[in-house]
């Protein structure tokens, strides 16, 4: 019967998942991907890429074996190699998330609906609304409510 394993071992599992998820956070937020996966997608995720940067690790580093790895991980060198593996990998997957997704066009940050009235009261737009029974309404979008916050379409008069 194997017995619990030790704080090295839990240590180095530890060291060798983490890169997935920093990975999986620079390159969500180069490419400023604001859609949630749920847990379970960012964790399956995260493994992939952790078995990713560890197959490039293994080949810059030059490590055969499991053990090996498990081994040299607290060597500076091969720690500092594998945090710039990371770094560099997130860079990567990151920019071709940007190119691809993005088309190369940054997004702003933030709630959709905030962003959409920031750039019509910035710019001073007028409103007409179309209903689905035919009606057309003229407005303007301006603040509305008691918060700081609170947005409104006004329509005030009916064409």
């Given at each position: 019967?194997?017995?619990?394993?030790?704080?090295?071992?839990?240590?180095?599992?530890?060291?060798?998942?983490?890169?997935?998820?920093?990975?999986?956070?620079?390159?969500?937020?180069?490419?400023?991907?604001?859609?949630q996966?749920?847990?379970?997608?960012?964790?399956?995720?995260?493994?992939?890429?952790?078995?990713?940067?560890?197959?490039?690790?293994?080949?810059?580093?030059?490590?055969?074996?499991?053990?090996?790895?498990?081994?040299?991980?607290?060597?500076?060198?091969?720690?500092?190699?594998?945090?710039?593996?990371?770094?560099?990998?997130?860079?990567?997957?990151?920019?071709?998330?940007?190119?691809?997704?993005?088309?190369?066009?940054?997004?702003?940050?933030?709630?959709?609906?905030?962003?959409?009235f920031?750039?019509?009261?910035?710019?001073?737009?007028?409103?007409?609304?179309f209903?689905d029974?035919?009606?057309?309404?003229?407005?303007?979008?301006?603040?509305?409510?008691?918060?700081?916050?609170?947005?409104?379409?006004?329509?005030?008069?009916?064409?």
């Amino acid at each position: 019967m194997a017995g619990l394993p030790s704080l090295l071992d839990v240590v180095v599992v530890i060291i060798l998942l983490l890169p997935g998820f920093a990975v999986y956070s620079i390159a969500r937020f180069i490419a400023v991907l604001e859609r949630q996966l749920p847990e379970f997608e960012t964790i399956i995720w995260s493994l992939f890429l952790s078995l990713g940067i560890y197959g490039v690790f293994a080949i810059v580093i030059g490590i055969a074996s499991p053990d090996a790895l498990r081994d040299n991980i607290f060597v500076p060198s091969v720690l500092f190699t594998l945090v710039a593996t990371t770094l560099v990998a997130g860079l990567v997957l990151g920019l071709v998330l940007h190119v691809v997704v993005n088309k190369g066009v940054r997004p702003e940050r933030g709630n959709p609906w905030d962003l959409f009235f920031a750039s019509l009261t910035t710019d001073g737009r007028d409103l007409i609304v179309f209903t689905d029974d035919g009606k057309e309404f003229k407005g303007w979008v301006g603040n509305s409510g008691k918060d700081d916050r609170g947005l409104a379409l006004s329509p005030t008069v009916s064409v």
